[in-house]
């Protein structure tokens, strides 16, 4: 993640566990350190650090400890975290181009070589010409990646399954920005608007910006793209009210950012930033291939660092967006270890080399098409009337509940609809099913409708009096 530089907090941890050969317990090195700050950001520095592998940690709960790196008294061998760490990296088999890159990002950040961003690795970038996915490996990917559903305006999958994309990509985009809220949280925040108990404030907000840009890029499916349109406010939907700068929100960056655990260096010239992120664009917007496009934003767009922080999350959405317009499998991230992730994407930072996250990029969409195939299963196969009438049907609601109306006006306003613009055979069931809508409307759902929260409690108290 970008932070503004500079930092003093990861140097004066790792000069506590430098006096403790023999490992520290979370609250040993809190009370050693001079001014230890909030618990919470504590425990993200120390991950931090075990992730960036500066720091190693055994145990599990009360018993975890923490070593420096390179100390044998550190157990390896038949500790519980050692083992579940290993099992962790073993979820996704990478390649032996991918493993040389973990290993290489494995070591401390000081034994690494420090670079600066390299413009020649997008400049050599040349659209349907140069491919980061092999052809066996797009072809897999689209064969998997179509939910089998007849031809339909840019979209309507991920209409059908959003409730559902909602909670899965908010949860897991969160998840790998170390965010702790569970599934069941994530859940509860997005049905209820329940804020968990013990956790950070922005934990929540960058969960709801999810929702929020989630539901931006499904609802304007017909206008996103790789445009400066799509991406600036695909950023500022993400990064709203988490970063300190609040006009730097939806704004490409004008101060210098460092990588925490990492020997990469962003560029910090304004100008030259603007003029690499324009051609990024115009480079992802030729790529015909929905699956080379969506990668390339994963590897090239944190690799350019464009905004204060919030890089990757915009990446891991961006890559959705030729999924969205061409119904597609949406990439929900699911079961994607963070440590993994991290690592991968620290190899395109370091090395320009794309073959781990390249793995975990393949192996993410497997899973994704393997849970929403099921998905759809468990929805069944979608209704062909609502699917001919979505949009009048969609828009019809939402002026019900707009203006708001209660059930007698709501009536009447459905009977001039289905008059003047539903099929005369279609016209019965068209009202029908608007009705049904109506009364399934809660308030885990009429986000759908594009309808805001004071509108959806306006319109609640016409149509529910008592």
Known sequence: MARPLPYGSLAAIEAVLAKYPDGASYAQIEAALDVPGARRTLQYHLRTLVDAGRLRMTGARRGVRYYPVGNASAPVSGDASARAAAATNAIIPLSPEGEAVIAYVHQPVGLRQPVGYDRSFLDGYRPNESFYLGDAARARLAEIGRPQIEAAPAGTYAKQILNRLLIDLAWNSSRLEGNTYSLLDTRRLLDFGEVAQGHEQREAQMILNHKDAIEFLVANADEIGFNRYTVLNLHALLANNLLADPTAVGRLRHIAVGIEGSAFHPLEVSGQIEESFNQLLATAAAIRDPFEQAFFMMVQLP???????????????????????????????????N???????????????????????????????????????????????????????????RD????????????????K?????????????????????????????FARYQVRPSEFLAWSKKWNPA
């Not at 204060?308 to 991230?333: E, Q, T």
């Not at 613009?421 to 109506?438: C, G, H, R, Y």
């Open 339 to 397: 440590d993994l992730y991290a690592r991968a994407t620290l190899g395109v930072y370091e090395r320009n080399d794309v073959a781990a996250l390249r793995d975990v990029f393949l192996w993410a969409y497997e899973r994704s098409a393997a849970r929403y195939a099921a998905v759809r299963q468990s929805l069944g196969e979608p209704d062909p009337f609502r699917l001919r009438y979505r949009d009048r049907l969609r828009t019809t609601v």
């Open 417 to 445: 609809v289905a008059h003047d613009e539903v099929q005369p055979e279609d016209q019965e069931q068209f009202i029908e099913i608007a009705e049904t809508e109506l009364l399934g409307l809660h308030e885990g759902n």
């Open 400 to 415: 019900i509940v707009r203006a708001p109306l209660d059930r007698q006006a709501a009536r009447a306003h459905l009977t």
């Open 303 to 337: 690799y350019l660092q464009p905004f204060d922080d919030v890089n990757k999350r915009v990446s891991r959405l961006a890559a959705n967006i030729p999924m969205i317009k061409a119904n597609l499998v949406p990439l929900s991230f699911t079961d994607v270890p």
